[in-house]
C-alpha cells in the first residue's frame, strides 16, 4: 500500500515538469491498479492542446467464441479511423498493465478495469503513437489507430479457467476476437500494418507477432514492442524475483498449452514467458523500444522489497540521482545483460533497435517521449522518427544509447 500511496503523492520528471497519475499500473503488478504518467503535453498539463478522446467498443461477438475478461464480461477496444494516405493503413496497440500471478491478485484483478469491461474508461486519450496530429505522430496521424484494452492478466496469452474462484484466463481468445472484428471493419484491406504494445502489451505484441502477419499475408506487416523486454536476472539479493512473478503467471494460467512452441520444444515454459528466449524465432519484422534502466525492472524485478528488506535500494528505485556509485555499477550490469541478449536479434537486417541510457518505461504512448521538441533522442534522433525511418525502410535503425550518465536528453521518471 505504500507504493499506492507514493505515487498518489506525486510523480515527477527530473526535467521538473509535474504530471498527472493516469494509469503506471505497471508498477504494482500485483495490486493491478496504478498510475500512469500522462505526458507533458496530456490533457492536464497547463496550456497543453486537449488529446483526442476516444470511445470505448465492446465486442459482442466475443461471446460466442468464449473471449471474455476475468471476470467473464466482454473485452473492448478503441478506434479511430485513419483517412487520406492512411486509409488503408493499421496500427493495432495492445494495453500493457501488469500481471496477476496468484488466484488472489486475479480476484482483486476482476474488480477493475484491467479485469473487467465494467470497470473500463468509457474514452481514453490518444496520444504519442496513437495521436492524430501530424505535428505530434508525424507517420502514424492519419492511420487507422486502434487501442485494445487488456483484462486477461497474463499479456493476452491465457486460454484456460478456474471455475471455483470464478476466473476466466481467455486472453489468447480475445486477442482473436479483437483481430476478427477488425478484419470486418476493415483491416483486412490494409496495405500495411504495425502491430505495437507497451509493457505487459509490449510482451504481448512479441508472442503475436507472427500471427499477425499470418493474419494479412499480402500486407507489409511489422511488429514494435515498447518497454516489453523484460530481462530473466537476478535482483540484488540474488534471487530472481521476476521469474518468480512470471512461474506464477505460467503456472496459474497454464501457459504452457500456449506458449511458442519454438521456445516450449526446450525450454521451460516460465522461460518462454521472456521475450529474450523468444525474439530469436520471429519470422516478422520486429523493432525493440526500451530503456536500458527501465524503471519498472527496477522497482519490481530488481529491487522490490521483498529483495531488500532492509530499504537500502528504496531511494534508488525513486530517483536515479540518489542511486550510489555501487548501486550503479549494479544497473550498468543489468543494461549489458540487456544489451547481450539482443546481439543475435540485432544482427538481422530487418529488425530494429533502440535502447536509450533512460530511467523510464513505455516511451511510445506518451507525447513528450514519443515525439516533441525535447524528446529522448540517439544520434540526435528521437524515438518516433526511428520508428518510422525503420518501418517505412527510409534507413535502418540499430540505435544504442552510451551508458548512464552520459544521455542528457532523457525524460528520466522520479517518484515522489
Request: proline share 4%.
Given at each position: 500500500?505504500?507504493?499506492?500511496?507514493?505515487?498518489?503523492?506525486?510523480?515527477?520528471?527530473?526535467?521538473?515538469?509535474?504530471?498527472?497519475?493516469?494509469?503506471?499500473?505497471?508498477?504494482?503488478?500485483?495490486?493491478?491498479?496504478?498510475?500512469?504518467?500522462?505526458?507533458?503535453?496530456?490533457?492536464?498539463?497547463?496550456?497543453?492542446?486537449?488529446?483526442?478522446m476516444?470511445?470505448?467498443?465492446?465486442?459482442?461477438?466475443?461471446?460466442?467464441?468464449?473471449?471474455?475478461?476475468?471476470?467473464?464480461?466482454?473485452?473492448?477496444?478503441h478506434?479511430?479511423?485513419?483517412?487520406?494516405?492512411?486509409?488503408?493503413?493499421?496500427?493495432?496497440?495492445?494495453?500493457?498493465?501488469?500481471?496477476?500471478?496468484?488466484?488472489?491478485?486475479?480476484?482483486?484483478?476482476k474488480?477493475?478495469?484491467?479485469?473487467?469491461?465494467?470497470?473500463?474508461?468509457?474514452?481514453?486519450?490518444?496520444?504519442?503513437?496513437?495521436?492524430?496530429k501530424?505535428?505530434?505522430?508525424?507517420?502514424f496521424?492519419?492511420w487507422?489507430?486502434?487501442?485494445?484494452?487488456?483484462?486477461?492478466?497474463?499479456?493476452?496469452?491465457?486460454?484456460?479457467?478456474?471455475?471455483?474462484a470464478?476466473?476466466?484466463?481467455r486472453?489468447?481468445?480475445?486477442?482473436?476476437?479483437?483481430?476478427?472484428?477488425l478484419?470486418?471493419?476493415?483491416?483486412?484491406?490494409a496495405?500495411?500494418?504495425?502491430?505495437?504494445?507497451?509493457?505487459?502489451?509490449?510482451?504481448?505484441?512479441?508472442?503475436?507477432?507472427d500471427?499477425f502477419?499470418?493474419?494479412?499475408?499480402?500486407?507489409?506487416?511489422?511488429?514494435?514492442?515498447d518497454?516489453?523486454?523484460?530481462?530473466?536476472?537476478?535482483?540484488?539479493?540474488?534471487?530472481?524475483?521476476?521469474?518468480?512473478?512470471?512461474?506464477g503467471?505460467?503456472?496459474l494460467?497454464?501457459?504452457?498449452?500456449?506458449?511458442?512452441?519454438?521456445?516450449?520444444?526446450?525450454?521451460?515454459?516460465?522461460?518462454?514467458?521472456?521475450?529474450q528466449?523468444?525474439?530469436?524465432?520471429?519470422?516478422?519484422?520486429l523493432?525493440?523500444?526500451?530503456?536500458?534502466?527501465?524503471?519498472?525492472?527496477?522497482?519490481?524485478?530488481?529491487?522490490?522489497?521483498?529483495?531488500?528488506?532492509?530499504?537500502?535500494?528504496?531511494?534508488?528505485?525513486?530517483?536515479?540521482?540518489?542511486?550510489?556509485?555501487?548501486?550503479?555499477?549494479?544497473?550498468?550490469?543489468?543494461?549489458?545483460?540487456?544489451?547481450?541478449?539482443?546481439?543475435?536479434?540485432?544482427?538481422?537486417?530487418?529488425?530494429?533497435l533502440?535502447?536509450?541510457?533512460?530511467?523510464?518505461?513505455?516511451?511510445?504512448?506518451?507525447?513528450?517521449?514519443?515525439?516533441?521538441?525535447?524528446?529522448?533522442?540517439?544520434?540526435?534522433?528521437?524515438?518516433?522518427?526511428?520508428?518510422?525511418?525503420w518501418?517505412?525502410?527510409?534507413s535502418g535503425?540499430?540505435?544504442?544509447?552510451?551508458?548512464?550518465?552520459?544521455?542528457?536528453?532523457?525524460?528520466?521518471?522520479?517518484?515522489?
Open positions: 500500500m505504500g507504493k499506492l500511496l507514493m505515487c498518489f503523492l506525486g510523480v515527477i520528471f527530473v526535467v521538473s515538469k509535474i504530471v498527472d497519475c493516469y494509469e503506471f499500473e505497471e508498477f504494482f503488478y500485483n495490486k493491478t491498479e496504478g498510475v500512469f504518467l500522462e505526458s507533458m503535453n496530456g490533457a492536464s498539463a497547463a496550456g497543453a492542446p486537449t488529446p483526442l476516444v470511445g470505448l467498443t465492446i465486442i459482442h461477438g466475443a461471446a460466442s467464441t468464449g473471449a471474455v475478461c476475468l471476470d467473464g464480461t466482454l473485452p473492448g477496444y478506434i479511430h479511423r485513419g483517412y487520406g494516405s492512411g486509409a488503408y493503413s493499421w496500427l493495432i496497440q495492445l494495453e500493457g498493465g501488469g500481471w496477476c500471478n496468484s488466484v488472489r491478485s486475479c480476484v482483486y484483478r474488480k477493475t478495469r484491467r479485469g473487467s469491461s465494467n470497470y473500463m474508461e468509457k474514452q481514453i486519450p490518444f496520444t504519442g503513437i496513437l495521436s492524430n501530424a505535428e505530434e505522430n508525424p507517420d496521424y492519419n487507422n489507430r486502434v487501442k485494445v484494452r487488456y483484462c486477461d492478466g497474463a499479456s493476452f496469452t491465457g486460454d484456460s479457467e478456474d471455475k471455483v470464478g476466473l476466466q484466463f486472453g489468447k481468445r480475445i486477442y482473436q476476437a479483437a483481430m476478427d472484428e478484419m470486418s471493419k476493415g483491416m483486412r484491406y496495405n500495411q500494418a504495425l502491430l505495437s504494445g507497451c509493457s505487459a502489451g509490449g510482451l504481448a505484441s512479441i508472442m503475436h507477432c500471427d502477419s499470418n493474419l494479412l499475408p499480402h500486407t507489409k506487416v511489422k511488429c514494435l514492442s518497454a516489453g523486454l523484460f530481462m530473466d536476472t537476478i535482483d540484488v539479493s540474488g534471487g530472481r524475483s521476476i521469474r518468480n512473478l512470471f512461474g503467471v505460467v503456472k494460467q497454464g501457459l504452457q498449452k500456449t506458449l511458442p512452441r519454438t521456445c516450449t520444444n526446450h525450454l521451460d515454459a516460465t522461460s518462454c514467458f521472456f521475450p528466449n523468444l525474439i530469436g524465432n520471429i519470422r516478422t519484422p523493432f525493440l523500444l526500451n530503456a536500458a534502466y527501465d524503471s519498472w525492472q527496477l522497482q519490481e524485478s530488481l529491487a522490490p522489497h521483498t529483495a531488500d528488506p532492509q530499504g537500502l535500494w528504496h531511494e534508488c528505485t525513486l530517483n536515479n540521482e540518489r542511486c550510489s556509485p555501487s548501486q550503479i555499477q549494479f544497473l550498468q550490469g543489468f543494461r549489458i545483460h540487456m544489451l547481450n541478449s539482443v546481439k543475435r536479434f540485432a544482427a538481422s537486417r530487418q529488425n530494429g533502440f535502447i536509450n541510457s533512460c530511467f523510464a518505461h513505455c516511451q511510445t504512448e506518451r507525447q513528450d517521449t514519443w515525439f516533441s521538441d525535447n524528446s529522448p533522442m540517439i544520434n540526435n534522433k528521437p524515438i518516433a522518427l526511428a520508428v518510422g525511418d518501418y517505412f525502410d527510409r535503425v540499430k540505435a544504442i544509447d552510451c551508458a548512464y550518465p552520459c544521455d542528457r536528453t532523457c525524460h528520466n521518471l522520479v517518484f515522489k
